[in-house]
């Protein structure tokens, strides 16, 4: 398991108290990692951990992985039951318990399909067609 991102610099010394301690070979922080990188990451990756405990308004990272065709394992919480769709762009859990079986059900999940629902969603094109759908529908009333 790789886990990438920062330490929270607002908040010294939680990192070590409460992550670093449970690093070893298997689990490893790479720390910071440019847009390069994180396509690599993602795109080698069997699934993406999206462990969210908090009312997430949209979740980048989440579509960010479905780009590279990589399944996403969520906890149901904020924008996740809006992105993430269960059984085929990945799985969202509510337990470590569900996480762990999701793991075992990722050969389930078509990568090139997940590649195609992001291309289908949630590209700049596709996202600027849809506002500007929503303001002709606002200018006509």
């Known amino acids: 398991m790789k886990l990438a991102g920062g330490v929270d610099v607002g908040n010294p010394g939680w990192f070590d108290a409460h992550v670093a301690g449970e690093l070893d070979e298997s689990i490893v922080h790479v720390g910071t990692i440019d847009d390069t990188q994180k396509q690599a990451l993602l795109g080698g990756a069997k699934a993406l951990l999206f462990p969210i405990d908090w009312p997430e308004p949209f979740g980048l990272v989440m579509i960010e992985a479905m780009a590279c065709g990589t399944p996403v394992i969520a906890w149901r919480n904020g924008s996740v039951e809006e992105v993430i769709e269960h059984g085929v762009t990945g799985f969202i859990v509510d337990s470590i318990e569900q996480a762990s079986a999701a793991v075992a059900r990722l ?35």
């Open 107 to 141: 050969a389930e999940l078509d990568r090139a399909r997940i590649r195609e629902r992001f291309l289908e969603r949630f590209t700049a094109e596709r996202m600027a067609r849809d506002y500007v759908a929503l303001y002709e529908r606002l200018l006509t009333r």
